[in-house]
């Protein structure tokens, strides 16, 4: 199991737009640019992420992304799964079919269906905003704004 980059570019963009403090619109190549990102893969998953509403898109020369909702209620879990699908750390998807190709469950079944469930947990609980006030774990300070160094 192994976060791509569309999880963590995804929600690289997502903390950009949370940074913005009034409903600006923040153009794809701003965002590009400041992550060292493609323009052309971020703006594939900013579609992804507008069709699913968490953010919404203008275009035009003055068109550009903000976030639907305040990043308080834009959850991690919520970024990801949309880019990414729900993260297993497990092979096999069936609860009582077969892990190994064989027969049943492998004995390891439950340790890894259990850690996807942790995952899923931490990131059901960390928000945008959690990310910019440095509310997670191992973070000394907020990020800064787009435009300021």
Same mark, same amino acid.
């Given at each position: ?5 569309? #999880?963590? !570019?995804?929600?690289? %963009?997502?903390? +950009?737009?949370?940074? &913005?403090? *009034? ?39 003055? #068109?550009? !992304?903000?976030?639907? %909702?305040?990043? +308080?209620?834009?959850? &991690?879990? *919520? ?52 990310? &910019? ?17």
């Amino acid at each position: 199991m192994k976060l791509t980059t569309k #999880g963590r !570019y995804a929600v690289l %963009a997502l903390t +950009e737009l949370a940074l &913005i403090k *009034d409903d600006s619109l923040v153009k794809i190549t701003e965002i590009a640019v400041r992550q060292n990102i493609s323009s052309t893969y971020l703006e594939q998953l900013l579609l992804l992420l507008k069709n699913s509403g968490l953010v919404v898109g203008v275009r035009g020369p003055n #068109g550009g !992304y903000r976030l639907a %909702a305040p990043p +308080e209620n834009i959850m &991690i879990s *919520d970024i990801v799964n949309i880019v990414e699908g729900r993260m297993e750390a497990k092979g096999c998807v069936s609860k009582t079919g077969s892990c190994t190709g064989v027969s049943g469950r492998c004995m390891t079944h439950d340790l890894w269906d259990e850690l996807s469930r942790h995952i899923e947990l931490f990131l059901g609980q960390v928000s945008l905003k959690d990310i &910019i006030i440095g509310n997670v774990l191992g973070r000394s300070s907020p990020p800064k704004a787009l435009g300021v160094e």
